[in-house]
């Protein structure tokens, strides 16, 4: 399958400082990724939808300024999240859509273990 | 919220036995996909099943879908100790284009 590598895979910062993630689709163009947040043994919340060269599109709930989104080309897509706090020490993971050949499957990155102390 | 359910939440069974993880879920949907998550790692595509489609096949995968029920399930024949994971549907709905919404998953442990 297609790969998309996430970096990085664990991040540990102070609280107040800003952490950005990247998401980069390797293998094929992807003009939309997407972004979740996963708590300890839950499922995935879809945080945001990342559309190459446009504004994401936030899923309710989500705050925008907070969580800063940028898909500036068809292969990178960053998460930014800005003054973290200890609750935002989640696993965010970024997926990638291959839209070829009608395939319509999500690609996944590996996923960010975030720690703010 | 959009997010299926799935059931079990845990299942633990012998190497070699089937296993059966079943998703439900609210409205009409495009397709529906299974994942399968290692502990603190992303996830992998299992297999895609459309909303015309009832039964797909992917070497010891079997899943099912019926619409009239909203459901989905999972079946892993012959299971491995290397099965062990969490298993997550994912439904595409009609009307929100490519959205995933993933399903509460089911932890399944493998006993050698």
């Known amino acids: 399958g297609a790969v998309v590598s996430q970096h990085p895979s664990w991040v540990i910062c102070k609280s107040g400082t800003s952490v950005k993630i990247e998401c980069r689709s390797l293998d094929f163009q992807a003009t939309t990724m997407f972004w979740y947040r996963q708590f300890p043994k839950q499922s995935l919340m879809l945080m945001a939808t990342?559309?190459?060269?446009?504004?994401?599109?936030?899923e309710q709930g989500v705050e925008k300024d907070k969580f800063l989104i940028n898909h500036a080309s068809l292969t990178l897509s960053t998460l930014t999240v800005t003054s973290a706090h200890p609750e935002d020490s989640s696993f965010y993971i970024c997926s990638a859509l291959d839209k070829s050949i009608a395939k319509n499957i999500q690609y996944f990155g590996a996923g960010t273990r975030l720690s703010v102390l | 919220s959009q997010q299926g359910e799935e059931d079990p939440q845990a299942l633990s069974i012998q190497e070699g036995e089937n296993a059966t993880m079943n998703c439900s879920y609210k409205t009409s949907i495009n397709n529906l996909q299974w994942y399968r998550q290692n502990s603190g790692r992303g996830l992998v595509h299992l297999i895609l099943i459309r909303s015309n489609e009832r039964e797909k096949h992917s070497g010891r995968l079997r899943v099912t879908l019926d619409t009239s029920k909203k459901s989905s399930s999972l079946l892993i024949t012959a299971s491995r100790a290397a099965d062990t994971a969490s298993y997550f549907c994912a439904t595409v709905f009609s009307n929100t284009g490519n959205q995933f919404y993933f399903g509460t998953g089911t932890s399944l442990t493998v006993i050698p």
């Open positions: 990342s559309n190459e060269g446009s504004k994401a599109t936030y």
